[in-house]
């Protein structure tokens, strides 16, 4: 008999345990069972999830390839257990069915263990910072597609799905999403205002030009958080108000005509529909090739955020065009497959889950052994785990000496990455500077009236 070393695994048998093992990690015991007590359930939710993860993972090109090399890991994963079923369209059913509740439990889930995995690294100076961006996802070409997507974009584009999505900054791991159809006027907003409730009080949020608007970013201020957002030339500011009890150079306000209840360039008569102006703080800085770059945040002391330390966290945020790439051209969800509404959804909601567990996989066996959390990749991840799936490893090693081995390359670009004759591509304009004039005698007045207003009830007893 062979001896075997530490960290080495020689059966196919044993690297599917190694996967299941991993996995069970993140997958809660509650809410998510592996039996059911009514004999005719074929997919119960932690098949339904692991099956769904696998599909997401396997490289096939169409969905019965998928789930065809997902059934197959489930199979050498649980091979005394009751075997699910082969159709795939009776899992689609189950899944659709039962997709909103599964996802529920693992997402909670999943955000209690970052912050346990994470611990140092949780914050960067200082501050819990968390991102957001949107991206638009193609459908087929079907008529139910159609009806319920909608045909949006030039030369006649096919159906597409709008998904929004919350990042931890300082892992780049997944924090949550949430899509939608344009075709029902669906945008990046007003999916952000659906995931507010998931940021932690007190947490940063980074943000490009798309979500400068008053509301949202008033919403945030009640709610207790700070925002870093970036703002261009479709934003107009105003300076030198006299509303802030201490103003600076820096200082500026938002404050957009409809929200001082002006109409006609006439000034109010009553404070019923003036909203107040939001103090903020204009930082103008410079990117490699010399263009503005204007940051809009909440925090007004440089005590608290330097325009040096603003300029470090918003970098962090390009951190998620690697985790976009990461879905859409290392995983092959550029494009979901399913020919109907509702699994077109469910299918987009769990390749995001199979890249968050891809994600929490990998971060935790860079934690372990000590390195950066960003210092994964995410195709040699991916190559990893698709070899366990398939109950195959490298040079006999075990899959958590394989995962940890995963890391990006550490060797220095010198020359641009980007092909000289890239197709299809636009060059992207800046979003430019916006305008920041000073205020008229109009608006000063009506700022003062809204400071001389008694303070409410509540805070006045």
């Excluded at 584009?157 to 300082?170: D, E, K, R």
């Excluded at 709610?223 to 030339?233: E, K, P, T, W």
Aim: glycine fraction near 8%; hydrophobic fraction near 35%; aromatic fraction near 8%.
């Amino acid at each position: 008999m062979p001896r075997r070393g530490h960290g080495v695994s020689s059966s196919p048998q044993s690297y599917s345990c190694q996967l299941r093992d991993a996995m069970s990690e993140f997958l809660p015991h509650r809410g998510l069972p592996l039996l059911s007590c009514d004999g005719r359930v074929r997919w119960t939710s932690r098949m339904l999830a692991m099956t769904a993860i696998f599909m997401a993972w396997a490289p096939g090109r169409t969905l019965l390839d998928r789930f065809s090399q997902a059934w197959q890991t489930m199979v050498s994963i649980y091979p005394t257990r009751r075997r699910p079923g082969k159709s795939p369209e009776g899992f689609s059913k189950a899944l659709v069915q039962h997709s909103a509740s599964i996802l529920a439990v693992l997402t909670e889930e999943w955000r209690r263990r970052l912050g346990q995995l994470l611990g140092a690294c949780w914050t960067v100076a200082g501050w819990e910072l968390f991102g957001v961006d949107g991206s638009n996802f193609e459908s087929p070409r079907t008529a139910a597609n159609e009806q319920a997507f909608g045909v949006t974009g030039k030369n006649n584009s096919g159906p597409q799905q709008l998904l929004t999505c919350l990042f931890h900054v300082g892992s780049g791991v997944l924090w949550g999403w949430a899509r939608g159809s344009i075709q029902e006027g669906s945008n990046e907003r007003d999916q952000l205002r659906q995931m507010l409730d998931l940021l932690p009080r007190g947490a940063m949020l980074l943000a490009d030009a798309g979500f400068s608007g008053y509301d949202l970013l008033q919403s945030l201020l009640n709610r207790g958080n700070h925002f870093l957002i970036r703002v261009g030339a479709n934003t107009t500011l105003l300076t030198h108000l006299g509303y802030a009890y201490r103003e600076h150079q820096q200082t500026v306000y938002l404050w957009p005509l409809d929200k001082q209840g002006r109409q006609r360039g006439r000034t109010p008569k009553g404070l019923k529909n003036v909203k107040p102006p939001l103090v903020l703080r204009l930082i103008r800085l410079q990117d490699a090739k010399g263009r503005p770059v204007c940051l809009l945040t909440s925090v007004l002391e440089k005590s608290k955020l330097s325009d040096r330390t603003a300029a470090r966290i918003y970098r962090l945020r390009w951190g998620v065009e690697v985790m976009w790439r990461s879905l859409k051209q290392t995983m092959g969800h550029h494009k979901v497959l399913s020919g109907t509404p509702l699994r077109a959804g469910a299918e987009l909601d769990w390749a995001m889950a199979g890249l968050w567990m891809l994600q929490l996989l990998s971060v935790q066996r860079m934690m372990q052994s000590r390195q950066s959390p960003h210092s994964y990749s995410p195709a040699r991840s991916l190559r990893t785990l698709q070899q366990a799936m398939r109950g195959r490893g490298q040079n006999r090693r075990s899959l958590k000496t394989e995962l940890t081995n995963a890391a990006r390359d550490g060797y220095r670009r010198h020359g641009s990455k980007a092909a000289r004759h890239y197709p299809h591509k636009r060059p992207r304009r800046p979003p430019g500077e916006p305008l920041a004039r000073m205020a008229c005698d109009q608006e000063k007045q009506l700022a003062q009236r809204i400071l001389e207003q008694p303070p409410p009830k509540s805070l006045a007893a």
